[in-house]
């Protein structure tokens, strides 16, 4: 059974920065493509970054050059690096799996860890 349990996520004031952790557990992370969402009040779910197995990466317009996701595949874990951080990017973080190598949502979600962010 595939698990996926998001960390990382709480309070920052703009322009600060966060980590955001996602642990994998069952036989969904080695050759498969992870993913970070998220999902602000009144929005829809949306794509901030991915990554593949082999490490190509993905990642929305409106946090390119910000944000930054990596990938542990020894300790079946994803990363989501955030830093100078706008009110906008206040939202429940999401932590995605896919199967293969895909800029699809996949069928496994975490449980999401909200990200607020003070002006």
């Known amino acids: 059974q595939v698990q996926l349990v998001e960390s990382g996520g709480g309070s920052v004031q703009a322009g600060g920065s966060l980590r955001l952790s996602c642990r994998a557990t069952?036989?969904?992370?080695?050759?498969?493509?992870m993913g970070w969402y998220r999902q602000a009040p009144g929005k829809q779910r949306e794509l901030v970054a991915a990554?593949?197995?082999?490490?190509?990466?993905n990642y929305a317009d409106s946090v390119k050059g910000r944000f930054t996701i990596s990938r542990d595949n020894a300790k079946n874990t994803v990363y989501l690096q955030m830093g100078s951080l706008k009110f906008e990017d206040t939202a429940v973080y999401y932590c995605?799996?896919?199967?293969?190598?895909?800029?699809?949502?996949?069928?496994?979600w975490g449980q999401g860890t909200q990200v607020t962010v003070s002006s």
């Open positions: 995605n799996a896919a199967y293969g190598s895909t800029w699809y949502r996949g069928p496994y």
């Open positions: 990554i593949t197995s082999g490490g190509s990466t």
């Open positions: 069952g036989s969904i992370f080695g050759a498969n493509t």
